[in-house]
């Protein structure tokens, strides 16, 4: 396993508690904008007049925290994008304190690393990263279905799986039927949206917040790190389509053998795609550096 895995993973383990576990897992149930974060740090301000200072400034920080969470979760912040304190906070309308501790508490998450002058990176994944992510996700999730299948599936949980089926099939069918060979950017990105909600559904699903955690975090890690998805043809979406209907009905069967094996095979599908658009981005970026580089010899040639 990679440094990153083994330096990053242990520190949610052992550091965070269930509740602040569990605030952070729905943070991909939310939806919070600049605008948000600013009234609701005004407002929790001018609470702490009568109230605590302390309350206050952790109010302002969770927001945060949960603003950029969510921005890297949607893939608005890319790897290698810098985050200014300074920025941020003339853009969200607030001080840099509270600023300061979101972004520290992502860094410690292994989502950013600090630079310098009061800013962070969205930090670049090795090929060797997404293969380890992908192993403990694998290994979460299917230890995950096992032990929801083995004792029950909520029918409340349930039907928000169905729920997520339906809004995905119901695109399947429109793609059909207006001709449509690939997603586009929009359809890709509702339907990641879509994808994270029914596999964080599975896993919430055994009421266990670290784990809930830890899994939420690899999937963000690979979403915003991995190369941008191209947008899935309907052929491919169909399978994905199969795949999630199989694993929910095994779930909810009890089939806890079934649904692990049909849950891994998706993962490792998965993974197999994420690494074929990992080596494409390398391929590219080789060609373009190259370019790059034969354009700066030839300008310095005409030069001489």
Request: with cysteine.
């Amino acid at each position: 396993m990679s440094n990153f895995l083994r330096l990053r993973l242990p520190m949610v383990i052992l550091s965070a508690d269930c509740r602040q576990i569990y605030c952070v897992i729905q943070v991909s149930e939310l939806s919070y904008t600049a605008q948000n974060i600013a009234m609701g740090v005004t407002t929790q301000m001018k609470v702490a007049k009568n109230g605590s200072q302390t309350s206050a400034s952790t109010s302002a920080k969770d927001r945060i925290y949960s603003y950029l969470y969510q921005q890297l979760s949607s893939g608005a912040l890319p790897a290698g994008h810098v985050i200014s304190e300074l920025q941020l906070s003339r853009t969200l309308g607030t001080s840099r304190s509270p600023i300061r501790e979101a972004i520290g508490q992502l860094v410690s998450e292994g989502l950013l690393e600090q630079a310098p002058n009061r800013s962070a990176v969205v930090v670049n994944l090795s090929r060797e990263d997404i293969v380890d992510l992908f192993e403990v996700r694998e290994a979460l999730e299917i230890y995950a279905v096992r032990k929801v299948a083995g004792r029950g599936l909520h029918p409340t949980n349930h039907a928000q799986l169905k729920e997520c089926l339906d809004i995905t099939q119901a695109m399947i069918v429109k793609m059909k039927a207006d001709g449509q060979r690939a997603m586009t950017d929009e359809q890709m990105a509702e339907f990641t949206r879509i994808d994270h909600r029914l596999h964080a559904l599975l896993v919430i699903s055994t009421q266990n917040a670290r784990m809930q955690k830890i899994v939420s975090d690899t999937r963000v890690l690979v979403r915003i790190f991995a190369m941008r998805h191209r947008g899935h043809d309907v052929g491919v979406f169909d399978k994905i389509q199969r795949q999630h209907v199989a694993i929910v009905q095994a779930v909810a069967k009890g089939k806890s053998e079934e649904a692990a094996r049909l849950l891994s095979e998706h993962i490792k599908t998965s993974l197999q795609e994420r690494l074929e658009e990992f080596d494409l981005w390398k391929r590219e970026r080789a060609v373009l550096s190259h370019s790059l580089e034969m354009a700066e010899l030839i300008g310095q040639g005409a030069q001489g």
